[in-house]
């Protein structure tokens, strides 16, 4: 930060230096950008874990009948979205904060529970927002690194805990790894938290999950300790550009505080009826999540074939060892036409995360990191 005499040409504003120092977070390339810099048409974008089969009809037909009045400002308590939600989580919902993506989430209960000097923990490799947004009210950030097999180092964690940091976020299934915590995982880690430590449980990709996975809502809820479980519409349901998702808090106070530190009318009239819509259409998510899962299983059993150690998924994306720079593997898979995104967090820069998408788009991606690696 520069500091010039007040009044001179160079004068500056005063800047946040904790917003200042904050580390950018790492986004996937467009679609126009991969183009141009590709020089191809035909992309394959699996830099952003996007269900590559769209969203629902029920979803198109809300947005193209003329019902939503989007010359009114949207309810900013989310009314419909709210009580839909409540019946199918058997939850009150008055206990439901709906977010701007769930993104918007983790600001506000950074904003929220925390402040300069307070502490955050979460795991390492780090979804880039459960670091950014505690860092950015100037808390402190404290990641517990995965275990040599890709997986949640358990023990680590409850160590970790035991200092009793302000929140710990927890990604379960594990963005960008693909982990997830088994029933006798999870409870052990909600059992090492404090219970004056807030358990934000961010379930991003909870649809996808396998049988063996358990729902951590009905786990946290059992627990009787504060928690914040995220979930998203922007993954499985497909509606990632309409940007919304929600938090089930385990008090209404919590909520309270969560709705405090969002802005009133953060989610459009738009999402909210392309959410119920998808909502009442889960038969198609569904049967996307399974098309999804299938081939997940195919691309990482190709990958491991071409020598590369995969970690085991619950998610819609693979994460793998490259065994070079990821950066510059990326730049040759863009020069394919296959976007993907290289891991830039210190420790993990060999690994790639790339999205499931559609049997052609993985064919791409296959295709194209083998001629790479044998050249
Ligand atoms: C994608 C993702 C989100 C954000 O989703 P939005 O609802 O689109 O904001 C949150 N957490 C994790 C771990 C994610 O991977």
């Excluded at 007040?6 to 904050?22: D, F, I, M, T, W």
């Excluded at 490259?322 to 040759?332: F, M, N, Q, T, V």
């Excluded at 830039?344 to 999205?355: D, G, K, N, Q």
Aim: charged share 20%; hydrophobic share 50%; aromatic share 8%.
């Amino acid at each position: 930060m520069k500091v010039d005499e007040p009044g001179s040409p160079q004068a500056e504003p005063y800047y946040n230096p904790h917003v200042a120092a904050l580390p950018k977070y790492n986004a996937g390339l467009n679609l126009a950008a991969a183009k141009a810099v590709s020089g191809l048409d035909q992309i394959a974008r699996l830099a952003s874990n996007e269900n590559p089969h769209g969203c629902s009809p029920a979803v198109s037909r809300v947005l193209s009948d003329g019902s939503v009045e989007f010359w009114r400002y949207s309810d900013p308590n989310c009314e419909l979205l709210r009580a839909t939600l409540a019946a199918r989580l058997e939850v009150d919902a008055n206990e439901i904060v709906i977010g701007n993506g769930s993104e918007e989430m983790i600001a506000a209960a950074s904003r929220a529970f925390l402040t300069e000097g307070a502490s955050a923990l979460t795991v390492a490799p780090c979804f880039g927002l459960h670091e950014i947004e505690p860092l950015a009210v100037g808390a402190s950030v404290v990641k517990v690194p995965m275990t040599a097999d890709f997986d949640f180092d358990v023990p680590a964690i409850a160590a970790a805990l035991s200092s009793g940091p302000n929140i710990f976020f927890l990604p379960s299934p594990w963005n960008p790894v693909g982990a997830a915590l088994d029933h006798a995982g999870l409870a052990r880690v909600i059992e090492a938290t404090p219970k004056t430590s807030l358990f934000v449980l961010d379930e991003a990709y909870h649809e996808f999950v396998s049988d063996a996975i358990p729902d951590g809502l009905a786990m946290l809820k059992k627990a009787q300790r504060p928690y914040i479980v995220l979930r998203t519409f922007s993954k499985a349901f497909g509606l990632a550009g309409l940007r919304v998702g929600y938090a089930v808090c385990s008090s209404i106070k919590i909520a309270k505080m969560l709705s405090a530190a969002k802005t009133p009318f953060n989610v459009n009239a738009v999402a909210q009826a392309a959410a119920v819509a998808a909502l009442g259409d889960e038969a198609w998510m569904r049967e996307a999540v399974s098309r999804i899962r299938v081939e997940r299983d195919r691309v990482a059993a190709a990958l491991g074939a071409m020598g590369l150690r995969v970690a085991r998924s619950e998610g819609n994306f693979l994460f793998f060892d490259s065994g070079r720079d990821s950066a510059e593997l990326a730049i040759d898979l863009l020069r394919a036409g296959v976007v993907v995104k290289p891991w830039l967090e210190p420790s993990y820069r060999t690994f790639v995360r790339a999205s499931i998408g559609t049997a052609a788009e993985n064919d791409q991606l296959l295709a194209a990191l083998s001629a790479i690696l044998q050249a």
